[in-house]
T-cell receptor, first 116, second 116 residues
């Protein structure tokens, strides 16, 4: 069974507008972590934001925020005031419990294109 | 700090050849990982290590081998290269936080491998 699902293969957003990238996950663990990474066309993986399953507040990092809905098992990334430089592939990933080695499982990604 | 360094950045192999992808990190991280990313897809875990001398298989280990003789280095060996191993390979490292939960993974720049 797929553990991380990103249902939007591609998204467009107008510059300066906000955009939400969807991520749902599947786990039976009570303790887990959710991560978002950005991969620009140059190929590197850039860490954006982290949400722990026991964190009561939604995580925020600058223009990035994570809309965490635990009961629905969703961890959507919200980018406010989109910029042209936000055009990239975005990956949602999960670390399950205190699993040996803290391995990350990745979704298939969403390509975001910001229009001027 | 250089972070996670991978070499080479690009390589073309002929079917049946072997090679080693090098990975080194200078952050004293216990955990290290090798992922592969096929075109338009997310990352899949090949092998991981929780410390020097300890390695284990990930989701897609066939055709690969690893070793971890030091904290810093985690080379990935491809034996008898096949076209199916054409991919981008990422090395990453992370560490457990004070509560034993995983932190974000720090990634190298990637190695683009083509097997012809």
């Amino acid at each position: 069974a797929q553990k991380i699902t990103q249902t939007q293969p591609g998204m467009f957003v107008q510059e300066k507008e906000a955009v939400t990238l969807d991520c749902t996950y599947d786990t039976s663990d009570q303790s887990y972590g959710l991560f978002w990474y950005k991969q620009p066309s140059s190929g590197e993986m850039i860490f954006l934001i982290y949400q722990g399953s026991y964190d009561e507040q939604n995580a925020t990092e600058g223009r990035y925020s994570l809309n965490f809905q635990k009961a629905r098992k969703s961890a959507n990334l919200v980018i406010s005031a989109s910029q042209l430089g936000d055009s990239a592939m975005y990956f949602c990933a999960m670390r399950e419990g205190r699993e040996y080695g803290n391995k990350l499982v990745f979704g298939a990604g969403t390509i975001l294109r910001v229009k001027s | 700090n250089a972070g996670v360094t991978q070499t080479p950045k690009f390589r073309i192999l002929k079917i049946g050849q072997s090679m080693t992808l090098q990975c080194t990190q200078d952050m004293n991280h216990n955990y290290m990982y090798w992922y592969r990313q096929d075109p338009g897809m997310g990352l899949k875990l090949i092998y991981y290590s929780v410390g020097a001398g300890i390695t284990d298989k990930g989701e897609v280990p066939n055709g690969y081998n690893v070793s971890r003789s030091t904290t810093e280095d985690f080379p990935l060996r491809l034996e008898l290269a096949a076209p199916s191993q054409t991919s981008v390979y990422f090395c990453a490292s992370s560490y457990p936080d004070v509560e034993g939960r995983g932190t974000e993974a720090f990634f190298g720049q990637g190695t683009r491998l083509t097997v012809v």
